[in-house]
């Protein structure tokens, strides 16, 4: 619309690797974010990925339910906003065969949010 970009969507994985070669690169992403001022999206509970040992366990079985996929709402204030994303994309679905596998989403937009900081 007014031929202007309003959003970017995009994969830094050039392909869908397994579930641990995947999360690495999503915690190299997640500092990565930290340290260049993003923060999670308070208002709709958005929070950063837990890496930890036990978080890495629910993440993974977070894959295999309806949605198969988690995400952060990120946002540097009033300036922009970013859907960050690890999704199953291959044997994740009821019935389907392994290997499982999985893709990391980063789509990128203005800070849609900042209008829901002032209600």
Not at 34 to 57: M, N, R, V, Y
Request: glycine residues 6%.
């Amino acid at each position: 619309m007014d031929n202007k970009v309003e959003t970017v969507a995009t994969s830094p994985m050039l392909d869908k690797l397994p579930f641990d070669q995947a999360v690495a690169i999503l915690e190299d992403l997640q500092n990565q974010f930290k340290a260049g001022g993003w923060e999670p999206w308070a208002k709709d509970g958005s929070e950063w990925f837990d890496l930890t040992p036990e978080g890495k366990k629910r993440l993974y079985k977070r894959m295999f339910e309806p949605g198969y996929s988690q995400s952060a709402e990120l946002r540097i204030p009033k300036k922009y906003a970013m859907t960050f994303r690890l999704k199953c994309t291959d044997g994740c679905w009821p019935g389907e065969q392994r290997p499982y596998l999985f893709l990391i989403d980063v789509g990128v937009s203005h800070d849609t949010y900042a209008r829901w900081d002032e209600k």
